[in-house]
């Protein structure tokens, strides 16, 4: 009986298994089929109608006092390298808690994501917004906020906290991506592009971490 037992909740684990694999695998082939059809129209030379409206929409023209003050405060709390600060609690936390595992991965994570949009921008020419700067597409900085978001998710995953910081983080990436395109540093196809390859990076290392943890411990019997 305690055979059987053993057997059937391991079958209930492969299958759950299956099931978060197929939900990842499903995830990440949506961020990279949005990435590239935002790469397609931005090489052509075609963005999306959307990108010019909410261009206009996060203008400090059409935004109240508030809003204004908000979207300046997440430029400035998050803007450039300070970034890197949030990035290094997140792996310091890690580090205290004693999942030196997921730091590494963070830590893999984030620099994937950063180096990606760097290899990336090269190929994609937009028209400057400030300053005649180049190098838009895709956004650094939403790649690497939105790691830092993904990671505190699925840190506080297996708790009683994961809506919350769900929520929380998803607000917050949001801001920060709103706060780019409102000091006019990321067209809004930028941002939504970071944040894709952000997306498919963590679920393809997610995948990779799971066969890995499954070869490593053998097969089930």
Not at 22 to 32: C, E, F, Q, R
Not at 132 to 140: H, I
Request: aromatic fraction near 10%; charged fraction near 20%; proline fraction near 5%.
């Amino acid at each position: 009986m305690n055979r059987w037992w053993k057997r059937r909740r391991r079958s209930h684990l492969d299958r759950r298994r299956r099931v978060r694999a197929l939900a990842t695998l499903g995830v990440g082939a949506a961020a990279l089929l949005v990435w590239a059809l935002l790469a397609y129209r931005i090489h052509e030379g075609r963005p999306p109608e959307w990108d010019e409206r909410l261009l206009r929409f996060l203008s400090p023209q059409t935004q109240d006092a508030p809003v204004r003050a908000t979207l300046d405060a997440f430029a400035d709390i998050v803007g450039d390298y300070q970034g890197l600060l949030f990035a290094g609690i997140v792996f310091g936390g890690l580090l205290v808690l004693g999942q030196a595992r997921a730091a590494l991965a963070f830590a893999l994570l984030l620099g994937a994501s950063v180096a990606t949009p760097a290899v990336l921008k090269p190929a994609f020419h937009r028209p400057s917004l400030i300053d005649e700067r180049e190098g838009y597409f895709p956004s650094t900085h939403a790649a690497g906020a939105a790691v830092v978001g993904i990671a505190l998710t699925r840190l506080a995953w297996p708790t009683r906290w994961r809506w919350p910081v769900l929520v929380s983080c998803l607000v917050l990436v949001a801001a920060y991506g709103g706060a780019l395109v409102y000091t006019r540093s990321h067209y809004p196809s930028d941002v939504l592009a970071g944040w894709c390859v952000a997306l498919f990076l963590a679920c393809g290392l997610s995948l990779v971490g799971s066969a890995a943890g499954r070869r490593s411990t053998g097969p089930s019997t």
